[in-house]
């Protein structure tokens, strides 16, 4: 197998879409995008997309490809994804694939496994304590009954957490049960790189990228879509934040420092997930160099001795 997918993940504002347009020219190929929020058109400014110049360098693809109002699934994304691949390997070598979405990143690259089908009652009664209860209630039971989904979901998306429970309901088995079993095998090569700088530095590029998007009319993005408020699409860090500001449930100062805090805490979890995979090398994201030596070897070494010898 000689072609190759260059996987290139890491939490958020770790500077994932600078490293991987590097990588993209670098190797003459093109981009898939693996982040769950940059699919959807509407929803520019708090997802952190690429700019038009950056999107102008390399073609990307899965970004502004869905609207808000549109039902896409992990399976969806598998389905699309390995299509997607075999048109480019015909004319590439290599494609690169960047994100922070984990789930997404392992349904390429080991496959997603089929989930029981729950109960239309069970999933309105999820829903219903959702209403009644909050989300903080759904929190307190998935950590009860899976603690290592806990550990890794998006805990300020309540159709996330709704799900992992509708399996834990009708099946007897947490959700992180169905993401052990044997990886799918795939004709393409994979390279997992995973990038983050220190938590220091991290933390301080979410506070300065959140700042950023207030400056760029973040508030005006939100105000435009509170109409659709309650679609899955929103249900993310940076939107809810603005709409209970917009409810009136505390002031705008307070709600950018918990985008700043719940995106700190998203991040976390992101790299809880990432750094369970034993074959991700990891480097800080400014490391360009050792990265670029790190995949030449990986892709050409091998050729290379074979031609010295």
Request: without cysteine.
């Amino acid at each position: 197998m000689s072609k190759t997918l260059i996987i290139i993940a890491g939490p958020t504002a770790a500077g994932k879409t600078a490293l991987g347009i590097q990588i993209a020219k670098k190797y003459d190929t093109e981009i898939i995008s693996a982040d769950s929020r940059q699919f959807y058109r509407e929803m520019r400014i708090g997802t952190a997309k690429p700019s038009k110049e950056e999107l102008g360098e390399v073609k990307h693809h899965f970004i502004d490809n869905l609207s808000i109002n549109q039902a896409y699934s992990v399976g969806h994304f598998e389905k699309e994804v390995i299509e997607l691949l075999e048109d480019l390997f015909k004319v590439h070598e290599q494609v690169v694939m960047l994100g922070g979405s984990g789930l997404f990143i392992n349904a390429v690259s080991d496959g997603f496994d089929e989930l029981p089908r729950a109960s239309e009652k069970i999933r309105n009664q999820l829903n219903q304590t959702f209403q009644d209860k909050g989300i903080l209630h759904l929190q307190q039971k998935l950590k009860e009954v899976d603690p290592v989904y806990y550990s890794e979901v998006d805990l300020n998306n309540p159709q996330r957490l709704i799900r992992a429970l509708e399996v834990v309901e009708s099946s007897g088995k947490p959700f992180s049960y169905f993401r052990t079993k044997n990886s799918k095998k795939r004709n393409f090569n994979i390279i997992k790189i995973g990038v983050s700088p220190n938590r220091e530095k991290l933390y301080s590029l979410i506070n300065q990228r959140v700042d950023q998007m207030i400056e760029n009319g973040l508030m005006e993005e939100v105000r435009a879509l509170y109409e659709h408020r309650h679609l899955n699409a929103l249900n993310t860090v940076g939107y809810q934040e603005l709409f209970d500001y917009l409810d009136g449930k505390h002031e705008l100062d307070r709600a950018i420092e918990k985008i700043k805090q719940n995106t700190r805490r998203f991040a976390k979890r992101q790299l809880t997930w990432f750094k369970k995979s034993e074959d991700m090398k990891w480097f800080d994201p400014m490391e360009s160099t050792a990265i670029f030596n790190y995949l030449d070897d990986l892709l050409f070494g091998r050729e290379l001795a074979d031609r010295k010898s």
